[in-house]
Each structure stands twice: as structure tokens, then as C-alpha cells.
């Protein structure tokens, strides 16, 4: 620590009066206006913790990859970016997220037959000390992920994806990151092969709707039904897939996997054989 630092210059330098000045210097640390105009270098110690958050997001935009965002268009042009539950496990650690306070899984069920699973729960982050809480997570079985799963194994995918989403709901507002606009997402990405070209595309984008991009870098699955390497399309209509290249030997049974699925399943055991 320097002796002729500003913030320990403007108190007395007794042992209490130098752990709150070290405290302060933290951007998780609440001040009160007539706190920080007690200190003579108030303005520099609050650009100071505006610049540890800044360097947090753009830290968590690198982490991600194409596959975990989502991007729209408005109808005034502008491009945002959604970064989905598979991105935000990403982007956790660095903001030291826990979840808590969770409830009981609670399962809707329609006089269809579909049904929503849903779950509640609180969150902080021990970087910045904000709490969130009484957060909502669900997934239905008739979203796409899920689309020709029946029985037991629809039921338990649906519901794991509730508090997988309820994970992702708590992140992204914990780290302000509920939508980013287009070329941050792009700056974050200069020098990178990633591109924002290879994210998915949500709405607004009209008859170009379809996601797009080249194929991910990690290894295809094997068909379920023939063993076949899969292939991957951008542009499957239910969004990025691997299909079986033989799909028509066994058209009776349904082997297609989502890619965002199979991608963010692969790069995690990677991580964790690290």
C-alpha cells in the first residue's frame, strides 16, 4: 500500500480506520453519499469500482461462446443478444454466484397432456453483495430441446432444464446480462474465431430468421439408431441440429440432437477432465 494514498491520506490511519479504507476501495462495499464526501478522492474510488465492474462483464463476454446467445432484431434495427442457461454457467463463477433458498419442483400439468415444470429460488453474488430473490425458473414440454422425447425421460429433461433456467434467470441479473447489445458482444469477440455471425438468430429477422454459422469445434455425437457420425445444420427448423446422415434407414425413429444441447454437454466434460 502507498503512503501517500488517497483514500488512506484522507482518514486517520488507526488499524479501524484502515480496514474501512480498504473496504471501500471494494466495489461490493455499500457507501452512502455523505461516506464517500467524506473522503477527499470520493470520484477516483468510484470510477475505480465502475472500471472492476466493466472489466467483469467484458471478461464474462469472452468466456462465452456463439452457441450460448441468442440474438434479436428490433424493428428499429438494433441488434440484442440473449445469453442462454448453458452461457451463464459459463459466466457464474466469475461473479461468484450461489443459489439458495431453493423450493420444490412443482409440475403444471394441461388437459393436452403437456405440462411445465417450474421452481423458485434466491441468488447473490459475492463479488458485488447483491441479492436477488423469490426468482422464477420453468421449462414445458413442448419446447423444442425436448421434441420427440416421451415418458420418464421428457418428464426429467423438462425439469432439469426448470432449474437450469432458474440458474440462468438468477445470472443474468445478478450480472447484468439480460440483453447486450450486438457489437459489445462483437467487440468482446475481436481477435477471436468466435463470431457473432455464428449465434442463433431469434426473432426480427424476418425470411433470415434461421440460425446460421459454421460448424461448431467440438466432436459430432453418434446416431443413436446406426451409429453413424452425425451432421450439423445451422439451420434446422427447430434451430441448430445434428442429424444422421442415414436418417431415412430408420425415419421411425427420432435421433436428431440440438446442438446447443450436445455442445454445451461436450465443452462442460472438457472443462471438467481439465
Keep these: 500500500m502507498s503512503p501517500d494514498d488517497p483514500v488512506i491520506d484522507a482518514i486517520d490511519q488507526d488499524g479501524e480506520a484502515a480496514e474501512t479504507a480498504l473496504a471501500r476501495r471494494r466495489p461490493d462495499t455499500p457507501t452512502t453519499l455523505d461516506e464517500l464526501a467524506a473522503v477527499g478522492d470520493a470520484i477516483k474510488m468510484i470510477d475505480r469500482r465502475v472500471q472492476i465492474i466493466r472489466t467483469l462483464r467484458l ?70 453483495h447483491l441479492t436477488v430473490e423469490n426468482v422464477e425458473g420453468g421449462r414445458a414440454s413442448t419446447d423444442d430441446f425436448v421434441k420427440g422425447l416421451s415418458g420418464a425421460e421428457l418428464d426429467l429433461k423438462v425439469k432439469k432444464a426448470a432449474r437450469a433456467n432458474l440458474d440462468g434467470n438468477i445470472a443474468r441479473s445478478l450480472a447484468g446480462i439480460n440483453s447486450v447489445p450486438v457489437e459489445e458482444l462483437r467487440a468482446a469477440w475481436a481477435g477471436t474465431s468466435k463470431k457473432v455471425e455464428q449465434c442463433r438468430r431469434g426473432r426480427g429477422y424476418g425470411k433470415d430468421a434461421a440460425p446460421r454459422g459454421a460448424a461448431p469445434t467440438v466432436d459430432p455425437p453418434a446416431c443413436k439408431a446406426c451409429g453413424a457420425e452425425m451432421k450439423y445444420k445451422a439451420d434446422g427448423k427447430d434451430g441448430p441440429v445434428y442429424f444422421c446422415p442415414d436418417w431415412k434407414k430408420h425415419k421411425d425413429e427420432y435421433t436428431a440432437i440440438p446442438a446447443d444441447e450436445w455442445i454445451g454437454k461436450t465443452r462442460k466434460a472438457a472443462e471438467g477432465a481439465a
Excluded at 442457461?85 to 450461489?98: A, F, H, Q, T, V
Design 59 to 128: 471478461a464474462s463476454l469472452k468466456e462465452t461462446h456463439p452457441e450460448d446467445w441468442i440474438t434479436y432484431k428490433a424493428r428499429d434495427g438494433g441488434e440484442t443478444a440473449y445469453l442462454q442457461d448453458c452461457g451463464c454457467e459459463r459466466i457464474s463463477p466469475l461473479w461468484g454466484i450461489e443459489i439458495f433458498h431453493t423450493s420444490d419442483p412443482k409440475k403444471i400439468e394441461s388437459a393436452d397432456g403437456s405440462f411445465f415444470w417450474t421452481i423458485s429460488g434466491s441468488g447473490r453474488s459475492s463479488v458485488t
